[in-house]
């Protein structure tokens, strides 16, 4: 069974920093990019970041990059989003997701963790 669950969310000022980690068990990791994605209320979702855990290429929106970085670690089967610089439209909750290539209707999902930055 596929499973991904989000963790690292929480409160922060403008202008921090916040490492979200994505533990994944249930699939050979080394085949599948993990992706992140945002919701904000009244939002529709969005993506964030994208790792393909083959050839360890990414992808970012544009509006996270120079301040989001992700990253892999096939021994642990995690993924890591290292925000820094975060303002307060990056608030949402935040999910990682799965599939044999980065798009934005990955096949599998976990539940979210909330990102909050105060003004």
């Known amino acids: 069974e596929v499973q991904l669950q989000a963790s690292g969310g929480g409160l922060v000022q403008a202008g921090g920093s916040l490492r979200l980690s994505c533990t994944t068990s249930?699939?050979?990791?080394?085949?599948?990019?993990i992706g992140w994605f945002r919701q904000a209320p009244g939002k529709e979702r969005e993506g964030v970041a994208c790792?393909?855990?083959?050839?360890?290429?990414?992808t970012y929106a544009d509006s996270v990059k120079g301040r989001f970085t992700i990253s892999n670690d096939h021994a642990k089967n995690t993924v890591t989003l290292q925000m820094n610089s975060l303002k307060p439209e990056d608030t949402a909750v935040y999910y990682c997701a799965a599939d044999w290539v980065c798009t934005a209707n990955m096949n599998y999902w976990g539940k979210g963790t909330q990102v909050t930055v105060s003004s």
């Open positions: 249930g699939f050979t990791f080394r085949d599948y990019a």
């Open positions: 790792i393909s855990n083959s050839d360890f290429s990414t």
